[in-house]
């Protein structure tokens, strides 16, 4: 692929389509003003054109054109020696000839300095006269300051592209991902990005194609600018190995095309193209492109944003093998022997259709323990099983023989009463509250439970009727837990004017989020369950540094999704196992920023502040900010703390775990430098109570 510096440089400032720019107008005006020379040119190139964006002082029959050849120009000797090139008298140059040659116009005198932008020159400002001229010293620094003003310009056009680029490539990553984390099928998840990576990269078409185990290849999402509605997907397809897909599933690389190609369906030809592979559990199994119809400079970055959408479209893979694998297994929960989720909504449709073919009343009621984390971040993982084993006997102790009890959820439990209207689910929701909150829990002390409740006759089928429990336990919650909800329509309508769906949709959201950082940590092997442990010990710190419970609450969620930015991190690049490169280091950094951007709408302000920070450092030389003293929030240091302990104690690709002693003493001497010295003393105080040792073998899960 051809180095595309210069042309890159010069389509992004997207000066090369439509009419002279006016900044450049201004300037060029502004040089014959001051220099007295008839007429000013600014002049962009790329390997063989020249693109004249402003042309000031020709008369209107002696105009440009605005694309030419490159040669036949005097701007080709300044790009080329990217310097400043005199020309006082082109008449007995023989350096120039008659290379000068304006239609209608006697070019005699030239003067021509550099634009250079990111270090490429991409063209020339410079001056132009019918007569001989000796170019004044004067004259020159008026030219030279009018290119300083054209590239200071152009830098921020550059700057403020990227940063569009930079927000459009996020809001489509957080749309595909938020589709990912909601276990939507592949097959959504497939058009979704073909679609999103076309809208990123201003591609004509996008394609996702899967490698067949016969070598045959089948699109599975596609999108194209005349119609979203795209025929083909779904069929075996023909590929050319000229274009960018054919490419990269012959050589199973990212790759950059630029040249004419047949697209996928070989019934077009495109300019460019590019396209990345998508590899599920270490194998190949697909790729993904764009194409364009015009010629499109391709650069690592490019390629870096590809294989990004490529890793989305590899998770939503694995999650479906592995919803496909689940669904082998038994219908029971190992913890409390109770139905899991999967064999409970069987159970739960079949009993719904036999109550509508019969007429007869049936309830669903769901529980939620509530401040159920601080019993995990207070006592232990441990100490929290025994909880949700002691919880799940007592609903079975009440229960009738025709009952279904479940356990849907970490902390959430469902109770199916057959034969049981809203009145009398009511009365035995009471009863299994109270029988909750004034019984206390062995070793841990009272607890309480927020319920809901919906019975059939406010809902229509199976699915609706565990959506209107939900909902009337999210409202139980809000009342203040430890109370029982029934649904009814007028849920939706509490509070006039508030945000309440907003809140139920934002914290529906949120659960999908912390299943995207759950599926990013379940990548690699060594770093499973790696957030609920950094979660849990975040926790402990904030227990130890004095912290109410409902702040140890924020900070413990917030920890939870504290890594979901590394859905933005290429898995080449988070499951190497040797040093990272300079540009590989930086990519895993953006992980901070990313996540913060991820939840900025659902947690608070706080919250995204101890996420984006996690990776700063108390001497100020952290990232992404570079934070230290009060900007250096309590929250954001015991998160990295606890970040940084889970690393050193939990085997890495990079590296072995270390025995409890000297990731103490690891602590220790990063204090005041890497550790803020207070959140330090927090995990001392846990070492020395003997908590800390004591939590989970190094190992991990």
Sequence with gaps: MQDPSRLEVVQRLGLLDGAPDESFDRLTRMATRLTGAPVSLAVLVDDDRQFFVSQVGLPEAAAVARETPLSHSFCQHVVARS?????????????????????????????????????????????????????????????????????????????VAEERLHL?????????????????????????????????????????????????????GAWTRDT?????????????????????????????????????AGSSVLRSGMAAPITVDGRFWGGISVGWDVE??????????????????????????????????????????????????????????????????????????????????????????????????????????????????????????????????????????????????????RLTTSIGICSLEDASDAQELSRHADLALYWAKAAGRNTAVRYSPELIALQPGSDSADRLESAKTLAAIRALAGAVDAKDPSTQRHSERVAQLAGELAGVAGWDASRIVLLHSAALVHDVGKIGVPDTILLKPGHLTDEEYATVKSHAALGAEIVADLLSREQVQWI?????RHDGRGYPDGVSGADFSEGARLLAVADAWDAMTVARPYGSPRPIPEAIEEMKRGMGGQFAPDAVHA??????????????PVTGD
């Design 83 to 159: 310097s400043p090139f005199l020309v006082p008298d082109a008449r007995a140059d023989p350096r120039v000839s008659d290379n000068l040659a304006i239609r209608d116009l006697d070019v005699v005198a030239y003067a021509g300095v550099p634009l250079v932008v990111e270090g490429e020159t991409v063209g020339s400002f410079c001056l132009i006269d019918n007569a001989a001229h000796e170019w004044t010293a004067e004259e020159m620094e008026v030219l030279h300051d009018l290119a300083g003003m054209a590239m200071t310009e152009m830098s921020l056009r550059l700057s």
């Design 168 to 220: 459009r490539e996020q809001e489509a990553l957080r749309a595909v991902a938020t589709l990912v984390a909601g276990e939507a099928p592949p097959g959504a998840v497939f058009a979704a990005a073909a679609e999103h990576v076309a809208h990123v990269f201003s591609a004509a078409v996008s394609r996702v194609v899967r490698l067949e185990p016969d070598d045959e290849h089948r699109l599975v």
């Design 228 to 264: 979203v509605m795209v025929e083909g997907v779904g069929e075996l397809v023909e590929l050319d190995e000229r274009s960018a897909i054919g490419s990269v599933l012959k050589g199973r690389r990212a790759t950059g095309i630029r040249r004419p190609e047949p697209d996928v």
């Design 296 to 445: 499109v400079p391709v650069d690592e970055r490019e390629l870096d944003r590809l294989t990004r959408f490529a890793d989305l479209v590899s998770l939503a893979v694995t999650g479906a093998q592995a919803r496909e694998q689940l669904s082998q297994l038994a219908f029971t929960d190992h913890l409390t022997g109770l139905y899991n989720q999967r064999a409970f909504s069987e159970r739960l449709e079949e009993e719904v259709r036999r109550c509508r073919r019969y007429g007869r009343p049936l309830s669903l009621v769901v529980f939620d323990l509530d401040h159920f984390k601080l019993v995990n971040d207070t006592h232990g993982h441990e100490a929290g099983n025994r909880v949700l084993a002691e919880f799940a006997s007592r609903l079975v102790a009440m229960r009738r023989g025709s009952d279904v009890v479940a356990r849907v959820g970490g902390e959430e439990f469902a109770w199916m009463l057959p034969e049981t209207g809203g009145k009398a689910a009511i009365n035995a929701a009471e009863r299994a509250r109270a029988l909750i909150a004034d019984t206390p829990f062995l070793g841990i002390g």
């Design 612 to 616: 984006r920070h996690h990776h700063e």
């Design 683 to 696: 995990l001392l105080l846990l070492y020395e109570s003997g908590a800390l040792g004591a939590r989970r």
